[in-house]
C-alpha cells in the first residue's frame, strides 16, 4: 500500500510561481511512475506532468510545457511540480498519482494505482 500526500498549493497572482510537493509512504516508491494531474471546478481530471521511476525524461502535457517542471527524489520518497509563469487557467486541484506498472499511457486516470487528497492552486488575474 502506498499513501500520497501533496503539499505547497496556495493563491498566487498570474505570473507567479508554486512549488508542489508530493510525498509517498512505503519502500517500493522508487519503482513506480508518477505524474501530477489537475481538476478544476466542473471539468474533468485532467494529466499535467509524468515522470518514470529513475527521473528520466518527464513527459508534460501541452497546456504546461515550458512552463512547469516535474522532478524526483526517490531517497526522500517525494515529487515536485515546479510551477512558473502561473495562469488563471491554471486553478484547479492537483493531485499526485501512482502508476505501478506502465500500462502505454501516462494520460488516463483508470491506469493509476494510487492517488493523493490534492492541493488547490488558485491564480488570480
Known amino acids: 500500500q502506498v499513501q500520497l500526500v501533496e503539499s505547497g498549493g496556495g493563491l498566487v497572482q498570474a505570473g507567479g510561481s508554486l512549488r508542489l510537493s508530493c510525498a509517498a509512504s512505503?519502500?517500493?516508491?522508487?519503482?513506480?511512475?508518477m505524474s501530477w494531474f489537475r481538476q478544476a471546478p466542473g471539468k474533468e481530471r485532467e494529466f499535467v506532468a509524468a515522470i518514470t521511476w529513475s527521473g528520466g525524461n518527464p513527459y508534460y502535457a501541452d497546456s504546461v510545457k515550458g512552463r512547469f517542471t516535474m522532478s524526483r527524489d526517490n531517497a526522500k520518497n517525494t515529487v515536485y511540480l515546479e510551477m512558473n509563469s502561473l495562469k488563471p487557467d491554471d486553478t484547479a486541484v492537483y493531485y499526485c498519482?501512482?502508476?505501478?506498472?506502465?500500462?502505454?499511457?501516462?494520460?488516463?486516470?483508470?491506469?493509476?494505482?494510487?492517488w493523493g487528497q490534492g492541493t488547490q492552486v488558485t491564480v488570480s488575474s
Open positions: 512505503g519502500r517500493t516508491f522508487s519503482m513506480y511512475d
Open positions: 498519482a501512482a502508476q505501478v506498472h506502465y500500462s502505454g499511457s501516462y494520460h488516463y486516470t483508470e491506469n493509476y494505482d494510487y
